[in-house]
């Protein structure tokens, strides 16, 4: 299958600060990545849509001017969480999708968030 | 809104017994997926059954989908303890649409 890496795994940061999340598919172009945030022990919701060249549509409830996703090329997303707060503290999980008949997701392993 | 529900939501078992856990959604689908996720970690692929398909076999994974009940299931045979973790159906109402995730099964296997 394709891989997704996502950079950094883990990263812990101060309150009021901003975290940028990289997201990468490693062997194919990805015309659409998906942002997912997950709290502990439940599901993964979906926070966004990106595709490549266009702005995100963001899902409802997600701000998009505190949760900023950027998606310059067909391997590459980021989303940049801003004025992090400790309730920002979460798993992010991005995948990469590629059209084929139907949407292909592969996931990233995903991103632990703490803010403190 | 969430697609999917599991059910149980969580779920111990003896190694060496079968588990099965249930997906129920709300929507018409285009295929149901099945993830696993140990704690802490990324999803792992399982399974992909399409909304024209009724069964599907992968090594100890069998997967059920009944699309007049909205609804699937997972089994996994002879479970091992390597196989605790939390398991997720995930459904794309349409080709192009993003995949909605369920509220997951935790599986706890007890050696």
């Known amino acids: 299958g394709a891989v997704v890496s996502q950079h950094p795994s883990r990263v812990i940061c101060k309150s009021g600060t901003s975290v940028k999340i990289e997201c990468r598919s490693l062997d194919f172009q990805a015309t659409t990545m998906f942002w997912y945030r997950q709290f502990p022990k439940k599901s993964l919701m979906l926070m966004a849509t990106?595709?490549?060249?266009?702005?995100?549509?963001?899902e409802q409830g997600v701000e998009k001017d505190k949760f900023l996703i950027n998606h310059a090329s067909l391997t590459l997303s980021t989303l940049t969480v801003t004025s992090a707060h400790p309730e920002d503290s979460s798993f992010y999980i991005c995948?990469?999708?590629?059209?084929?008949?139907?949407?292909?997701?592969?996931f990233g392993p995903g991103t632990r968030l703490t803010v403190t | 809104s969430q697609q999917g529900e599991e059910d149980p939501q969580a779920l111990s078992i003896q190694e060496g017994e079968n588990a099965t856990m249930n997906c129920s959604y709300k929507t018409s689908i285009n295929n149901l997926q099945w993830y696993r996720q140990n704690s802490g970690r990324g999803l792992v692929h399982l399974i992909l059954i399409r909304s024209n398909e009724r069964e599907k076999h992968s090594g100890r994974l069998r997967v059920t989908l009944d699309t007049s009940k909205k609804s699937s299931s997972l089994l996994i045979t002879a479970s091992r303890a390597a196989d605790t973790a939390s398991y997720f159906c995930?459904?794309?109402?349409?080709?192009?649409?993003?995949?909605?995730f369920g509220k997951g099964t935790r599986l706890s296997v007890i050696a």
């Open positions: 990106s595709n490549e060249g266009s702005k995100a549509t963001y």
């Open positions: 995948s990469a999708a590629r059209l084929a008949g139907v949407y292909e997701q592969y």
């Open positions: 995930a459904t794309a109402p349409s080709g192009n649409t993003p995949l909605v």
